[in-house]
């Protein structure tokens, strides 16, 4: 097959959009990857299409290899650097999870697995998998397993039926696509089957007319429409935007238009295409995609903070670097290597072996015992530090998707007394608190609290997993149980620096006008309504930053600036947190268990301040 300069320059666009997402300086740039879909699907049916005309067969052993020599060497070897500078630049209790991920990425069976442990790739957390990319390809490598068989099946019926099929599965894949990322968008996201309409689209590309458009006037319009179209979805998503479902069919069907307008492009875009600069992008376009992520995380995850603009170019221009020699000295020596095709798989079986063994070396040299760096080093167990409470792991504390919390009850069970603590999960901190106080006291304690959905009433724009719609529910229903409990009092707290939904609102105001609203919907549940200002704001990741870093650069901690309107008791915990300064370690504990909650032994640790705070207001008598 004759290689076109302007599907590699749509490589080059695809992996650059990428890059510059996970930089953050693309929005939208994740759009990359359905890209790269859309490509995939029409140069690997086309090959499979034109050797099935040439020779009425299909030689699918000759594609395996094919595929092993292309994409293995490489992503083995990015693999295996990127596990050993893991090993040696991160925290020693993240190396369970590194020989997990590993593993995963080294079947490719990653997409599923992610997915599996929710490991949400547009929502990461403060130490994300320096794998989680592998997703991508893990889909790829699936289809490229599966499709040449339903190829030959559909081929072999008929060329009528072939279209038909590819139009079918096509069409099935993009409604599970849509259904599912609004019932499970972390599925939705990761999985072959919601990603196949994508590299379906593609595929049905080789069966339109070269020159679609026949009057050459307009013909210069769609490929301009489609590349703007491009430009704009990456300026407009972002990591709230649902994907794939409807959303992706914006960079989906411009790609396509794109490759089925090839032969009417511009004179401009052509001239850019065959640019040395394009076209050495997109012949590098594979190892700058395996390398980018490694090395934009992982000295983010060893200084335990976001890296400066300056810092992010750098590690850009480290990627293109290794990218350029990767593909010089790796990936394309090895894809015209001679090797017989026994070799070849024995060589691909071996490889996934060591990388196995690999993950479970990496994996086993797991350690929880971290001593802080400087004089008085100071021990602590990072297990128990990252411990939450109790309330994760009984169910109580929910996640999306659930809109009604479960009895949830502690404390002294038959007391006629009841405390009820409602909020997110900076709600849910004190819980540990609480729950001592309940016993001590005598009080009931009732838990209503979930992720990501604060007490007071606000509209947020949905974010990955994270659907309004289920928060509001959850908040309604909860606050008819409380008006039904008529509980001594309602403890109350939320994080307080969420963001509006759109641009154009003031987040005081908004957060103010959700304050009266919660207000408005609570008044006369209870004669003690008690809101607990939001805790001080960690700048860096605590726990991994005492793992790498001196105590005293671990300090850069932010007092809550957040106000409460008047009609709440309220309780500020910021003089319990803070003196002069807004220490990570306070009376030899670890006060932060990552770069927003206080930690379980903190928490108890507060709960005689809490006590007295409670008492103070009349709550305990």
């Known amino acids: 097959m004759l290689r076109l300069p302007q599907i590699q320059a749509l490589r080059a666009v695809a992996v650059i959009m990428v890059l510059l997402f996970h930089a953050r300086f693309l929005p939208g740039g994740f759009i990359g990857v359905d890209i790269f879909y859309v490509i995939s699907g029409y140069l690997i049916t086309g090959l499979l299409v034109r050797e099935i005309d040439a020779t009425g067969r299909l030689n699918i052993s000759a594609f395996y290899q094919r595929r092993i020599k292309r994409l293995l060497p490489t992503s083995f070897f990015v693999l295996v650097i990127t596990a050993l500078l893991s090993w040696l630049l991160l925290p020693a209790i993240n190396r369970s999870e590194l020989?997990?991920?590993?593993?995963?990425?080294?079947?490719?069976?990653?997409?599923?697995?992610?997915?599996?442990?929710?490991?949400?790739?547009?929502?990461?957390?403060?130490?994300?998998?320096?794998?989680?990319?592998?997703?991508?390809?893990?889909?790829?490598?699936?289809?490229?397993?599966?499709?040449?068989?339903?190829?030959?099946?559909?081929?072999r019926i008929s060329r009528r039926r072939l279209i038909s099929g590819i139009a079918t599965i096509t069409l099935v894949s993009f409604l599970l696509s849509v259904y599912m990322v609004t019932t499970a968008p972390i599925w939705a996201f990761y999985s072959l089957p919601t990603r196949a309409w994508e590299l379906g689209v593609g595929a049905l590309l080789i069966f339109?007319?070269?020159?679609?458009?026949?009057?050459?006037?307009?013909?210069s319009i769609p490929p301009i429409l489609s590349l703007a179209t491009l430009l704009l979805a990456s300026f407009r998503f972002n990591q709230r935007s649902s994907f794939p479902g409807l959303n992706a069919l914006a960079p989906v069907l411009a790609c396509a238009l794109l490759i089925a307008t090839i032969s009417q492009w511009p004179r401009v875009f052509n001239y850019l295409a065959n640019s040395f600069l394009t076209q050495w992008l997109g012949k590098i376009s594979?190892?700058?995609?395996?390398?980018?992520?490694?090395?934009?995380?992982?000295?983010?995850?060893?200084?335990?903070?976001?890296?400066?603009?300056?810092?992010?170019?750098?590690c850009i221009a480290l990627t293109v670097l290794l990218a350029h020699l990767t593909n010089r000295f790796i990936e394309e020596p090895l894809r015209h290597f001679k090797i017989t095709p026994p070799r070849l798989y024995l060589t691909a079986i071996i490889s996934t072996v060591l990388c196995f063994g690999l993950g479970i070396t990496v994996a086993s040299s797991a350690s929880s015992i971290i001593t802080t760096k400087g004089d008085n080093g100071i021990h602590f167990n990072l297990s128990q530090v990252l411990a939450k409470p109790i309330i994760y792991s009984d169910g109580c504390h929910l996640n999306f998707n659930t809109e009604v919390s479960d009895i949830c009850t502690y404390g002294l069970k038959s007391s006629l007394k009841t405390l009820v603590l409602f909020g997110d999960s900076h709600a849910a901190q004190w819980f540990p608190a609480l729950e001592k106080i309940a016993i001590e006291k005598g009080f009931k304690l009732v838990s209503l609290t979930k992720s990501s959905c604060p007490s007071v009433d606000v509209e947020r724009a949905d974010q990955g997993a994270f659907k309004n719609s289920h928060c509001d529910k959850w908040r309604k229903n909860s606050i008819l149980r409380i008006k039904n409990l008529h509980p001594t009092a309602v403890i109350m707290s939320s994080y307080g620096y969420y963001t509006p939904p759109r641009a154009n609102m003031k987040q005081a105001k908004w957060w103010s006008d959700g304050e009266h609203k919660l207000l408005s919907e609570i008044i006369g549940s209870s004669s003690h309504l008690i809101y607990i200002v939001d805790t001080p704001r960690p700048l860096r990741d605590i726990p991994s930053c005492l793992s790498s870093s001196r105590v005293s650069s671990c300090n850069a901690i932010a007092r809550s600036t957040g106000r409460i309107i008047s009609g709440f008791q309220i309780i500020d915990p910021t003089p319990w947190l803070c003196s002069t300064t807004c220490p990570s370690i306070i009376n030899s504990i670890v006060a932060y268990r990552d770069t927003s909650h206080i930690s379980v032994d903190m928490a108890l640790n507060l709960s005689a301040h809490l006590s007295g705070a409670l008492s103070k207001a009349g709550v305990l008598g």
Request: charged share 10%; no cysteine; aromatic share 18%.
């Open 286 to 314: 594979y190892p700058l995609y395996l390398w980018h992520w490694p090395l934009l995380i992982l000295p983010s995850s060893y200084l335990a903070r976001e890296l400066t603009v300056m810092e992010r170019m750098l």
């Open 99 to 155: 020989g997990r991920d590993l593993a995963a990425a080294a079947a490719y069976v990653s997409n599923y697995l992610f997915a599996w442990w929710q490991n949400d790739y547009q929502n990461l957390n403060a130490t994300p998998s320096p794998f989680i990319h592998y997703w991508s390809l893990a889909v790829e490598e699936q289809f490229y397993l599966i499709w040449p068989i339903l190829i030959l099946i559909l081929t």
């Open 208 to 219: 339109l007319p070269k020159n679609i458009f026949k009057n050459r006037s307009v013909a």
